[in-house]
């Protein structure tokens, strides 16, 4: 065996040159691949975390049919057995219930739909940051029940100002028509065109008096300790709650966010697959090289009464080689970039971080250092790296000494 891997490396280094060429090849290929996957499921996994806890929540109870139609028709009372439940829900780390439905908002001769979102305001500012985008004035508060908030961009639109009064029209929960006139206490900016053009949010009790709901309410917006652990609360909570209501995570919830996810790793992948055939080809013709240039070599070793395995382990060891220390490159460059973008994220400026905003996502690109994207890497790299020396090992398992001696 030693002597197999003193003649692969001797083999290896016979042209210096195109051997050192293959090696960055791998090595290039490794940093790509690391940098790609780490900045690709980083910058999701930071935007979702973002997401979730500045509106919707790990997960939301709801009657059964809610997030394919929601109307105020499935709504549902929040008995004490629902509550019980979810405080003993694992990794919880706090609920609120929220109201949810559509109207008209009315200032002088401007009127616009909006959703309206009715809020505990002490439960929310444990589970979601919405109170954190107010700009101007305050957040809904149980001192002053009658005061709404509104978006930067509806406020402009109504051209209203901070202490106006507003009239809402809403269709009620039995089938009536509903109006309040309410004060406007807050204003909020989001940076999300639509949110702050399009949602208005009021204390809880006076969305259900204005939808008279009669302590009806549309869903509950859980937040976990752990984001990871999505899954183990939703399968707790749909085992002990009515089958009348149903548990959703982010990914029913945002199902533009999960298909953009979706589609951005298709790219990244396609991406990653064009670059890893180049590389596979790259090291598929160093290795068929070294392999032709050596087959009189070999035929003589063969005639000496050598078994044409003792030479396929001796390409398997100069791909190994190949491979390791462009991996071992390739990865270290990896990971010091990775842990300098992991703590200085890559700021999006100009028309781009419009863009993102306007997609809902963070204008930064942000990178993850779990341990499984390096396992990634290396898999595929790996798994490329011996794929290209399946042609030249069935060469040599074919090459008789006569017909090596011969060649030329």
Request: a positive charge; hydrophobic letters at 45%; charged letters at 20%.
């Amino acid at each position: 065996m030693k002597l197999l891997l003193t003649m692969a490396w001797r083999g290896l280094w016979r042209n210096k040159r195109r051997t050192i060429i293959t090696i960055s090849a791998v090595a290039f290929a490794t940093f790509l691949t690391l940098m790609s996957k780490a900045m690709n499921d980083g910058t999701y996994l930071t935007n979702i975390k973002y997401a979730v806890d500045s509106y919707t929540g790990y997960l939301q109870i709801n009657h059964k049919g809610y997030i394919d139609n929601p109307t105020l028709k499935k709504s549902f009372i929040p008995s004490n057995e629902i509550n019980r439940i979810i405080k003993s829900t694992p990794y919880l780390k706090s609920f609120t219930q929220r109201v949810v439905g559509d109207g008209l908002i009315a200032h002088k001769n401007n009127t616009f739909g909006v959703m309206i979102l009715g809020v505990d305001p002490l439960a929310e500012k444990k589970v979601t940051k919405i109170s954190d985008r107010v700009k101007e004035g305050n957040f809904v508060n149980s001192e002053n029940k009658n005061d709404i908030v509104v978006g930067a961009k509806l406020l402009e639109k109504l051209e209203a100002k901070l202490g106006d009064t507003i009239v809402v029209l809403v269709s009620c929960f039995d089938g009536s028509m509903g109006n309040m006139k309410l004060r406007i206490g807050g204003v909020t900016k989001s940076g999300q065109a639509e949110a702050d053009a399009g949602i208005v949010y009021m204390h809880i009790e006076t969305a259900q008096e204005l939808f008279a709901l009669d302590g009806r309410i549309s869903s509950i917006v859980i937040s976990l300790t752990d984001f990871d652990k999505i899954k183990n609360s939703k399968e707790y909570l749909e085992k002990n709650l009515s089958k009348e209501l149903e548990v959703s995570d982010w990914t029913r919830i945002m199902p533009e966010l999960k298909q953009t996810m979706d589609m951005d790793s298709a790219n990244s992948l396609i991406f990653l697959g064009i670059l890893i055939v180049i590389v596979g080809f790259g090291i598929l013709n160093t290795i068929l090289m070294s392999v032709t240039e050596r087959f009189r070599e070999f035929g003589v070793i063969l005639a000496l009464g050598a078994r044409n395995i003792k030479l396929i382990w001796v390409v398997i060891f100069e791909t190994i080689l190949i491979s390791l220390i462009g991996l071992i490159v390739g990865l270290v460059i990896g990971i010091v970039l990775n842990y300098y973008v992991y703590y200085n994220p890559i700021a999006i400026t100009g028309v781009t971080a419009d863009m993102y905003q306007e997609l809902g996502f963070m204008p930064a690109i942000y990178t993850t250092v779990t341990f499984d994207i390096y396992v990634y890497t290396v898999t595929y790299i790996l798994a490329v790296c011996f794929l290209a020396v399946i042609y030249p090992i069935y060469r040599i398992s074919k090459l008789e000494a006569l017909k090596g001696i011969r060649f030329t």
